[in-house]
Nanobody, 124 residues
Framework: QVQLVESGGGLVQAGGSLRLSCVVSGVTFIGYAMGWFRQAPGKEREFVAYISWRSATILYADSVKGRFTISRDNAVNSVYLQMNSLNPEDTAVYYC?????????????????WGQGTQVTVSS
């Protein structure tokens, strides 16, 4: 059974930081690239960041570039999202996803597996 479990969300003031984690089980982790997406109420799920299986390719949405950092540790089947300089527009449920062999990594439809999400709320 494939499981992706996110953690690390919470309530933070504007300008603060959070570090999200996602632990993957039930699949060969190094066979998958990983992505972080977010979904705010009433909005579609949007791409945040992507990291290939060897961390050779890293992509960010323009809205988070320079503030967020994605990383992974294949030894512990985990992917992380360090979020700095948070602002209220970053408030959303954040999801990690696993993708394999796709060129459309900014499209949530390309992802095979998803976690349950973790809430991030940034107060002004």
């Amino acid at each position: 059974q494939v499981q992706l479990v996110e953690s690390g969300g919470g309530l933070v003031q504007a300008g603060g930081s959070l570090r999200l984690s996602c632990v993957v089980s039930g699949v060969t982790f190094i066979g998958y690239a990983m992505g972080w997406f977010r979904q705010a109420p009433g909005k579609e799920r949007e791409f945040v960041a992507y990291i290939s299986w060897r961390s050779a390719t890293i992509l960010y949405a323009d809205s988070v570039k320079g503030r967020f950092t994605i990383s992974r540790d294949n030894a512990v089947n985990s992917v992380y999202l360090q979020m700095n300089s948070l602002n209220p527009e970053d408030t959303a449920v954040y999801y990690c996803g696993a993708v394999r062999g796709s060129s459309t990594v900014r499209d949530p439809g390309s992802y095979a597996y998803w976690g349950q999400g973790t809430q991030v709320t940034v107060s002004s």
